[in-house]
């Protein structure tokens, strides 16, 4: 059995669970907050969405992150890349950062258009080459939690 965990708003959780519940039980998938990590801070994940950012328990999201094999992290937030120092895993980044490993090359009204910049291989070890994904947003969701979503999708498909 393996977990999930996500750091995002609490209001983007009900749209996260229903889009990952058709890839993934939702069981597995657990959402991480400043409240509750102190109890799941010895749960091993395999795969960290990084929507948000926790500062005042970096040292309890170190401990969650170092046990994993993905994570997806929002690099348009303010985070501190430290925390991440020699750890053994794959970091997928994405946001509008031109080095991120997904690029959000174009906004529309309820289109996304994301890119991916690199190789990066699935969770069955499948190579997904660099090419542009249209994602569909008729949601009043943020966008970020969006395109974390789809890539989570892209990894576990």
Known sequence: MFFIGIITN???EIFIKKEL???IPIDNIIFITEKNIENIKNIKFETIL???KIDSRKKE???IISSCKY???NYDINFDNS???DLDLTIITYGFNSKSTFTI???EENNLIICLQRIIFSKNNKKIEPQEYKIENSTNID???VIGTEIMKIIYK
Do not use: M, P
């Open 10 to 12: 609490q209001k983007n």
């Open 21 to 23: 519940s058709e890839i």
């Open 50 to 52: 990084l929507d948000t």
């Open 61 to 63: 999201v170190r401990k």
């Open 71 to 73: 994570l997806i992290l």
């Open 83 to 85: 925390i991440l120092g």
């Open 105 to 107: 090359s174009s906004v």
């Open 143 to 145: 966008k970020y939690a």
